[in-house]
Nanobody, 121 residues
Framework: QVQLVESGGGLVQAGGSLRLSCAAS????????MGWYRQAPGNERELVAG???????NYADSVKGRFTISRDNAKNTVYLQMNSLKSEDTGIYYC???????????????WGQGTQVTVSS
């Protein structure tokens, strides 16, 4: 089992920046994909950005060029740097980790408790 703890959310004006952190309770060096998702009121949870153990990244079209996901395996932590924030970025941001074996078998899927990001216009 993996516990994920997010931090770094808050209230920011449009155009500002925030950095979210997600600390895992075990090593994240191998065999996983980590991601940040967000959920706005009345909307479904959506993928914002993901990063594999090898460092490959992917982003939602709405955040490309503004958000950057990164990981520090030594600290078991994933980050989401959010720049040029817009009011539509408001929501609860959740950290997720999917664990896979060397053969690709998916054997774990865990979520953090979420952190609120509010962007005022």
């Amino acid at each position: 089992q993996v516990q994920l703890v997010e931090s770094g959310g808050g209230l920011v004006q449009a155009g500002g920046s925030l950095r979210l952190s997600c600390a895992a309770s075990r090593s994240i060096e191998r065999g996983n994909t980590m991601g940040w998702y967000r959920q706005a009121p009345g909307n479904e949870r959506e993928l914002v950005a993901g990063i594999t153990s090898g460092g490959s990244t992917n982003y939602a079209d709405s955040v490309k060029g503004r958000f950057t996901i990164s990981r520090d395996n030594a600290k078991n932590t994933v980050y989401l740097q959010m720049n040029s924030l817009k009011s539509e970025d408001t929501g609860i941001y959740y950290c997720n980790i999917v664990l896979r074996s060397a053969s690709g078998y998916r054997y774990g899927d865990y979520w953090g408790q979420g952190t609120q990001v509010t962007v005022s216009s």
